[in-house]
């Protein structure tokens, strides 16, 4: 199962996602791997209509979400009703195809409560 990773400013702590070579905090080098983990929760949105080639879901939900650490990032969202706080977490699954060939990467899915 592939898990999402930043990396962690050794300086300052700050943590980044999608990793870095420079903290953009303290311009520090010496960075470490992080897990994002599997919990996050979504700050903001927006639905695309004019999409990139390959993608087949119009509109596309795209959003910035809020880790537990604090880092965010950006991606595609799977729900088609979202709303602000929602909880999500990362999944790694094909986004697109560029030229007949899948393009793989983390987008969001809803977490589902068991009742």
Do not use: H
């Not at 795209?62 to 650490?69: P, R």
């Not at 088609?80 to 790694?92: D, K, Q, S, Y």
């Amino acid at each position: 199962m592939q898990r999402m990773m930043g990396v962690k400013c050794k300086k300052c702590g700050k943590i980044f996602y999608p990793k870095r070579a420079r903290c953009i905090n303290c311009k520090s080098k010496e960075l470490e791997d992080i897990e994002m983990g599997d919990k996050c929760k979504l700050v903001t949105y927006t639905k695309l209509y004019a999409i990139p080639m390959g993608i087949k879901q119009i509109p596309l939900p795209l959003g910035i979400v809020e880790f537990e650490n604090g880092a965010r990032a950006l991606g595609q969202i799977t729900a088609e009703e979202l709303e602000i706080g929602m909880n999500l977490r990362p999944v790694w699954g094909p986004l697109r195809k560029i030229r007949g060939k899948e393009v793989y990467g983390f987008e969001f899915e809803p977490v589902v409560r068991k009742k």
